[in-house]
Structures are given as structure tokens and as C-alpha cells.
């Protein structure tokens, strides 16, 4: 049981290239979140989805796009990088079953660095 | 606006000794909390939560207080050891874990052998 995979885990990427951070779980959770973390700032909410097709804005979506074509799939894409974008962004899903009791289960992360 | 403040960036600990880390919230409609341990080059993981309606859950080492009239958490590790040296993040929701979880922005625990 894999959880949630994200690939890459590191990548450096030239002012105003674009990427897409890949997320994958195998648990059949129907919501998945994109989170970034930057230094002394905790964990920001990018974008979330609560379910195959639905996806919905968190604290900061600027810069970034999402889509949700299947449950297992989110996908995250930066258009145009810049230098704050330069974070650790970690993808997360759960269910409402696993919610209430364990919270959001997370990947290893993707360390991006906007150069 | 941070709802969910950890106000210690840091804190170090002698072996055996108890650590105590404290989160506080501004939220009233929080009513569902939990705590995260984040090893380097890792994602958070699930440590023990805590509902509302208790003001105490225990799970081995690990406590969990919750004073709600003073919109105050604290997560005890009693004893500590090396293995718990890592960064402790608090989170909170409302509708009892149904909404999505705010963080906090982490206090790096360091255990001192």
C-alpha cells in the first residue's frame, strides 16, 4: 500500500518555465489537498478537491492550476515560475471516514527551486 | 490572519525529560485538533488528535491537553527520546474533523541526549 506518491521530489526550474508536481494516491480517499511549506510559515493550503472533477481554491492558489480527473490523480502545475514560488509543496488526501479520526495522509513532498 | 499560532519556532530537551509543546487558536468553530511529527525530507505524519468534547487523550508517550475557554492545546512527551526530535505541527478544524485542517507553523523539537 503505496499511500500518496509525488514525483518529482526535487527540481530546480528557470524563471518562467512551467512544471506540473504529480500526486497519486491508492487509498480511494475522494478529497485531496496541494499544501506548501515554506520556512517559519507552517503548511498554506494551495488548492483542494473533494472529489473526481470538483476542485476549489485554499489560502493561496495564485500561480498555480489543478485538475481532478480521477480519484486516484492530482496533478499540480505552475505556469511561468517565479522566485517565490521556490517551496516544499506536499500533496494530501483522506476520506470522510479517515478524517475525524487520523487527519489528512501525506506524501514525501517535492522540493522546487525557481532559479 | 494565523488561526493556529505555535509560538516557540524551537525547543530543546534533555533525554527522559518531558517535552511540552503548545498551540493556541482563535477560531471558535475549531473543535477538532490534531498534531503532526515532520521528519526532514519527509511529509507530516499522523501523531494523536483530540475532539472538543475531551480535554485529554493519551496514546503511550503522548498526551494531548485541550483547555477550550482558553483556545489553548498542548501535546506532552513523556519520556522523550532522541527518536522525537523532529518538527511538531498543530492543526486544527471544525464540523469535527469534516472541515478542512489549518496548521500551524511548527516548533522544531530537539532532544538533547
Known amino acids: 500500500n503505496a499511500g500518496v506518491t509525488q514525483t518529482p521530489k526535487f527540481r530546480i526550474l528557470k524563471i518562467g518555465q512551467s512544471m506540473t508536481l504529480q500526486c497519486t494516491q491508492d487509498?480511494?480517499?475522494?478529497?485531496m489537498y496541494w499544501y506548501r511549506q515554506d520556512p517559519g510559515m507552517g503548511l498554506k493550503l494551495i488548492y483542494y478537491?473533494?472529489?473526481?472533477?470538483?476542485?476549489d481554491k485554499g489560502e493561496v492558489p495564485n500561480g498555480y492550476n489543478v485538475s481532478r480527473s480521477t480519484t486516484e490523480d492530482f496533478p499540480l502545475r505552475l505556469e511561468l515560475a517565479a522566485p517565490s514560488q521556490t517551496s516544499v509543496y506536499f500533496c494530501?488526501?483522506?476520506?470522510?471516514?479517515?478524517?475525524?479520526?487520523?487527519?489528512?495522509?501525506f506524501g514525501s513532498g517535492t522540493r522546487l527551486t525557481v532559479v | 490572519d494565523q488561526q493556529v499560532k505555535q509560538n516557540s519556532p524551537s525547543l530543546s530537551v534533555q533525554e527522559g525529560r518531558i517535552s511540552i509543546l503548545n498551540c493556541d487558536y482563535t477560531?471558535?468553530?475549531?473543535?477538532?485538533f490534531l498534531w503532526y511529527k515532520k521528519y526532514p525530507a519527509e511529509g507530516p505524519t499522523f501523531l494523536i488528535s483530540?475532539?472538543?468534547?475531551?480535554d485529554k487523550n493519551e496514546d503511550g508517550r503522548f498526551t494531548v491537553f485541550l483547555n477550550k475557554s482558553a483556545k489553548h492545546l498542548s501535546l506532552h512527551i513523556v519520556p522523550s527520546q532522541p527518536g522525537d526530535s523532529a518538527v511538531y505541527f498543530c492543526a486544527a478544524s471544525a464540523n469535527f474533523g469534516n472541515e478542512k485542517l489549518t496548521f500551524g507553523t511548527g516548533t522544531r523539537l530537539t532532544i538533547i541526549p
Open positions: 494530501a488526501s483522506s476520506s470522510r471516514a479517515t478524517t475525524p479520526n487520523y487527519g489528512y495522509t
Open positions: 477560531n471558535s468553530m475549531f473543535d477538532y
Open positions: 487509498m480511494n480517499h475522494n478529497y
Open positions: 483530540i475532539s472538543s468534547i475531551k
Open positions: 478537491s473533494v472529489g473526481a472533477g470538483i476542485t
